[in-house]
Each structure stands twice: as structure tokens, then as C-alpha cells.
């Protein structure tokens, strides 16, 4: 199987490596990649964005299988002009990327459903804006309807604050706060049928006891020992069996990972948001403990045929992924810091970096992006994974360089929000 990743970041870089480790997988190629996606992949100066040139790459190298890894492409169609091309996709169409692409349809959709969420109103003037803050009380929850990289929420007890956040947007959802730890649960979809993923924990605030602001993520562990039993099948029965269901009622069936973010609350696991791609790095530690074969479960979800795919498995123990930030991150990024000390992890076994916003220069290897690299270990238990992970991140360095100490350190408590409201 000939399969191709597009994408640049960590989780295409996770994907990249775990499609490689699937003996059915005879070449990974990818669009445009990154320094580490190079290593385990062919890469293609192909514009993501563009979803001719991505059909035109699959058809010219032969892919049995594309993989769309960001949510960008997905809403713009990218895989769309991939399944017209007539070759097999794991990615949600643009009808189905709408799930993240508006937080109104996605509450919409929930509504319909009758999917465990918080309580929300879509709102487009600041007089049903201020009524809807009124309505819930503090602390007060306002997204951008938009996409917008996950900075378009803000969760605050200042009500002019959140005022202020809704102003600057066209159209905002605002809603009910959700008090409990926060947890991504990913499913494979083939329009009908959702095989979980083991869930994992991601840390978004960029500074240790869920301090500062929010990034695309610090951090992140599986699995989740705390988790209640029965967690996973609740939440496949009241949240993903009738959200597909749902979304094939709408003639937009759901292919691809269905990223179900969610708290669980003393009235047990409601979502927070649905994202149509898997979540980075939250994804990384889930791959590192995959132990059935990649390529065949996406092809089989790609294919509608996940029914007759036998289900993933995972290994014991445990895997941790610690994000190294460059200077300026999540304001902005540095670029061009030269960085030192990836080649000696090279050859260790439960150990791996991932690469995100990296550049190959003459300087050698440089950042380039905000979130730049993950160390990404796999353990006995979370302790033991944690500990590897973070020995080395202490072997790799550049200027500026920025990481969380308290990766996994213990469970997130309650939704990172929280800490900052206190
Ligand atoms: P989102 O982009 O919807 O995932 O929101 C970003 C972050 O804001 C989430 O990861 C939560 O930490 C927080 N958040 C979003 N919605 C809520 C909510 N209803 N209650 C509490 N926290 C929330
Ligand atoms: N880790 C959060 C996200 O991918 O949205």
C-alpha cells in the first residue's frame, strides 16, 4: 500500500512513523512534510491548500491512501478532490469538516443528535451577547464561530473581557462552563461505523499549573488510568453513534477521525468541541502505543468497511510527548534558532523526537513555527514514560527554547481553564 500524509506537523510526523511501522505500508510520501516526516517519507513541495495539486501528487505517485492531517484542508475540500479523483481518503469531506469549521453547526448538530454538551447560544449582536454571559453567569465561555487555530475561545470570569473577545468577532457561541478534567477521545469513522482510540490528556496553556494563555498544546499523555470504566463505550454510544447518525441524515457522512474533546463533569462526559482531524500532540502518545497495523484501519475507514476491520490494539503502559517551543510562542514564534542534540536520541527504542516546526538550513537544523519539536517516550506507566520523555528533552536545547516541567506529572484536575480563573 502506497500512502501519502498531508500535512507538516507533529501529528503528521506521528502518522508518518506509525504508517511506516505497518508491514501492508510499502512507501509513505508526504506534502509537504518537515525535516523529520523526511526521514520516514518521501517528500512533495505540494501546497496542502490545493486540493487539485494534492489529487494530481496521489494519482502521479500511485497512492492507494491519502491521509489529510490538518483541519485547514479538510474545510477547504482537499478531500474531496481527492475521493473525485478516485482515490481513497481518510479525511472528512468539506461538509463533514464543518463539525469544527463552525461551532454553530457543530451545536447544531449536537442538538439534533441529542449529544451531551454544554448549554450554548449563537450570537451575532453584543445585546445577545451580554444576555447570554447574563444567562449562564461567570465563568463565562465566548468562541469565535470561525475557525481560528485555537485561539478563538476565551474563558473568563471578566465580564468585559469576554464582552471584548465577542466584539472583535462576527459571530460568537456563547456558553455554559463545564467544571471537570478535560479528555480527547479520537475515532476512526467510516461514515457508519466509530472504532475509539485509546483517550489521552493534552496540556494547552503554555505555562506550568495550566498558566497563561492557550496554545495548540504543551503536552500529552495515554492512557488515562483515572479515567471510569466504561467511559469510552458511554461516550461512543451518546456522542459518536448518534453524531454519525446525525451527519448521514444530513447527507454528509463522516469519514475520517472524529476528535471528540470532552469534560467529564459530575453529570458525566459532555463535549466541549468536535474537531475534524486528530488532535496534536495529543495524538502522539496514542500511535507510540498502537500496536495493530495503521494503514489498514484508515483504509478500511476510508474504504466504509471499518465493520469488517478488525479492531485497534494497543500495547501496555504508557506514552508521554513533551512539546519544545520556540521564543515568543504562542504570541508568535522565532525562527532560524539553530537546534542541538536531536541526532542522540536517534538510535534510542522508547524514544523519538517529533518534528513540527522545523527547517533544514545550512545552519543545520533551525525552528520554524511555534510549537518546534516533541520528545515523545514510551514506558511501563506513565511515571516511567514521563521520566524518559523528559531526559531528553534535557539532551536537545536551542535559544528560547520553552516546555512545561509538569507534563503528565498528574492528571489534569479539571478543565486548564479553571486554573487560570482562580
Ligand atoms: P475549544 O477550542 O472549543 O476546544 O476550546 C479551547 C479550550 O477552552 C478547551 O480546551 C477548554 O479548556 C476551554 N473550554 C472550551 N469550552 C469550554 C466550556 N464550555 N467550559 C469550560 N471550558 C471550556
Ligand atoms: N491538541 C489540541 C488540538 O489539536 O486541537
Not at 508518518?16 to 501492508?24: F, H, T, V
Not at 491521509?67 to 478531500?79: K, M, Y
Not at 469544527?100 to 447544531?108: M, N, T
Not at 463522516?254 to 475534524?276: D, R
Request: charged share 20%; hydrophobic share 45%; net charge negative.
Amino acid at each position: 500500500m502506497k500512502t501519502l500524509v498531508i500535512g507538516t506537523g507533529g501529528r503528521e510526523h506521528a502518522l508518518a512513523l506509525a504508517l511506516a511501522r505497518d508491514p501492508a505500508v510499502t512507501e509513505v510520501h508526504a506534502a509537504p512534510g518537515n525535516p523529520g516526516i523526511g526521514a520516514v517519507a518521501t517528500l512533495h513541495d505540494v501546497d496542502p491548500m490545493d486540493g487539485s495539486a494534492v489529487a494530481a501528487l496521489a494519482t502521479s505517485i500511485g497512492a492507494d491512501l491519502v491521509v489529510v492531517g490538518p483541519e485547514a484542508p479538510l474545510v477547504a475540500g482537499v478531500a474531496d478532490a481527492v475521493t473525485g479523483a478516485g482515490i481513497a481518503c481518510f479525511g472528512a469531506s468539506l461538509e463533514a469538516a464543518r463539525l469544527e469549521g463552525s461551532k454553530a453547526f457543530s451545536k447544531d448538530v449536537m442538538a439534533a443528535a441529542g449529544v451531551p454538551t454544554a448549554g450554548s447560544r449563537t450570537c451575532t449582536t453584543s445585546d445577545e451577547v451580554a444576555a447570554a454571559l447574563d444567562a449562564f453567569g461567570a465563568p463565562y465561555v465566548v468562541k469565535d464561530d470561525a475557525l481560528a487555530a485555537g485561539k478563538g475561545v476565551v474563558v473568563t470570569r471578566d465580564r468585559d473581557e469576554a464582552l471584548a473577545h465577542a466584539a472583535g468577532c462576527d459571530r460568537v457561541v456563547v456558553e455554559e462552563f463545564l467544571d471537570g478534567p478535560e479528555f480527547s477521545l479520537f475515532v476512526v469513522c467510516d461514515g457508519t461505523v466509530g472504532r475509539p482510540l485509546v483517550p489521552a490528556q493534552d496540556f494547552k496553556r503554555i505555562f506550568d499549573g495550566g498558566r497563561g494563555p492557550n496554545t495548540g498544546g504543551m503536552g500529552s499523555y495515554a492512557p488515562l488510568t483515572w479515567l471510569p470504566d466504561g467511559t469510552v463505550d458511554l461516550v461512543m454510544e451518546q456522542v459518536v453513534a448518534p453524531t454519525l447518525a446525525e451527519m448521514r441524515r444530513r447527507g454528509a457522512r463522516y469519514v475520517g477521525c472524529l476528535y471528540v474533546g470532552l469534560a467529564l463533569t459530575s453529570a458525566g462526559p459532555k463535549v466541549i468541541e468536535f474537531n475534524c482531524r486528530f488532535g496534536d500532540p495529543d495524538i502522539q502518545p496514542v500511535l507510540a502505543l498502537l500496536t495493530s497495523p495503521l494503514g489498514a484501519l484508515l483504509s478500511a475507514a476510508a474504504a466504509g468497511e471499518l465493520g469488517a476491520a478488525p479492531e485497534p490494539t494497543f500495547a501496555d503502559g504508557a506514552a508521554v510527548s513533551v512539546v519544545m517551543a520556540s521564543a515568543g510562542y504562542p504570541e508568535g514564534s522565532s525562527k532560524g534558532d539553530v537546534i542541538i542534540g536531536t541526532e542522540t536520541l536517534l538510535d534510542e527504542d522508547d524514544v523519538d523526537v517529533i518534528h513540527a516546526g522545523t527547517a533544514r538550513t545550512e545552519a543545520g537544523l533551525v525552528t520554524a513555527g511555534g510549537r518546534v519539536l516533541a520528545v515523545r517516550a514510551t514506558g511501563t506507566d506513565v511515571a516511567d514514560a514521563r521520566a524518559k520523555a523528559y531526559e531528553g528533552i534535557s539532551s536537545i536545547s536551542f535559544p528560547g527554547a520553552q516546555w512545561r516541567r509538569d507534563i503528565a506529572a498528574e492528571p489534569l484536575g479539571a478543565v486548564e481553564g479553571a486554573a487560570v480563573l482562580e
